[in-house]
């Protein structure tokens, strides 16, 4: 249409028509740069109001340290199910996501093995620096017992749950029930994730503990997994370039917490990369899980606790146990909790860039 009006009045007078059309590329440039700055602030705002929940929460946790809360963890597990299931049902709406449902699952596979073996070389790097003067040696590789696979069972349990809610959303939101969602509910669950999270910290005796007898291993280990899985984001990168950098190290920055990175990602940048990040960290705990004894033999008894990033406190901490020894107990504990603690601001600032 601009183009035609353009032509009409350059016939008409040459001068006017080059007016006009510097003036109207100048309101489109303004406009342009007022829509990038609503989208930063708008960004900005969430972040804001996400770090708030999380540390107000903790803060209150703390207070109110002394009387336990049971029931927070209950609601933390049911806020996680309808969040994913909203996820879900809002990817199963979506007839181009669904299409580039595969797409997105081979780009998920692929980061996945970048970032395993950059945290397991790591990993190993920082094993074989500090052996010699722990005076640590690995223990021998456990055989897959029928303990070892009831461990693992248990450990994949909430995984399997959790990922079948967000499949039961992608089927109900492909037959069209994503009309019938409340507006917002993803948000909401996401703002009940975050108290439930934050309170869960300020009230963990276990954080307070650890933080009061930190050793060089406790803090080496995290900062490797962290600066190694940024590696294999940089790397993904250079290999799959239709998405920026900052993407790729958000996704990356869950560490495995794949219910809380997955949630904040969508909400602050769209669906399609929250869903590539369900599936990496989803995969990245499975890989955990299944091939910690390989893992082990290869590159040491770093690297199963490296790779299981977020969930060695938890859901992992089983299997590391059992394979690598009690004695990496409190290393995989103290490095879950701490690799747990940065990803909601990690993932926030590289979605806020």
């Not at 970032?115 to 640590?136: F, I, N, V, Y």
């Not at 996401?190 to 009230?203: D, K």
């Not at 997994?225 to 190290?249: C, Q």
């Not at 290869?298 to 009690?326: H, K, M, Q, V, Y």
């Amino acid at each position: 249409m601009f183009c035609v009006f353009r032509v009409r009045l350059k016939s008409f007078h040459p001068e006017a028509a080059s007016f006009v059309r510097d003036k109207m590329c100048h309101v489109c440039n303004f406009q342009c740069k007022s829509s990038t700055f609503a989208v930063k602030e708008y960004k900005a705002n969430i972040m804001l109001v996400i770090l708030s929940m999380l540390w107000g929460s903790a803060v209150m946790g703390y207070l109110l340290r002394r009387w336990p809360q049971a029931w927070v963890s209950h609601v933390l597990t049911i806020a996680i199910w309808v969040m994913l299931f909203s996820i879900g049902v809002e990817v199963g709406g979506n007839e181009l996501l669904v299409s580039s449902l595969g797409r997105l699952g081979a780009e998920a596979l692929l980061i996945t093995l970048l970032t395993t073996l950059c945290c397991s070389a790591g990993a190993l790097l920082l094993w074989q620096r500090l052996k010699p003067r722990e005076g640590q040696t690995p223990p021998p590789a456990h055989p897959r017992t029928g303990h070892h696979w009831r461990t693992m069972w248990t450990s994949m349990r909430d995984s399997i749950i959790i990922f079948a809610c967000f499949a039961c959303g992608c089927l109900l939101g492909y037959l069209g029930a994503d009309a019938y969602l409340p507006a917002k509910t993803s948000y909401y669950s996401l703002c009940v994730l975050l108290l439930c999270v934050g309170f869960g910290i300020g009230q963990s005796e276990d954080i307070r503990r650890n933080l009061r007898h930190i050793d060089r291993v406790l803090v080496l280990t995290p900062l490797v997994t962290i600066l190694f899985t940024w590696v294999g984001a940089l790397l993904m990168a250079l290999i799959v370039r239709h998405r920026s950098v900052a993407d790729w190290l958000a996704v990356s920055s869950g560490f495995g917490y794949y219910s809380l990175s997955s949630m904040l990602i969508t909400e602050m940048r769209h669906v399609e990369l929250g869903t590539l990040a369900l599936m990496y960290n989803v995969l990245r705990e499975l890989t955990t899980l299944l091939f910690a004894p390989l893992l082990l033999r290869l590159f040491g008894p770093l690297a199963p606790i490296s790779l299981g990033g977020a969930t060695t406190a938890d859901t992992t901490l089983p299997i590391i146990t059992r394979t690598c020894g009690p004695q990496f107990v409190a290393i995989a504990i103290v490095h879950g909790l701490l690799v747990d603690f940065s990803v909601p601001l990690l993932v926030t600032l590289f979605c806020a860039v």
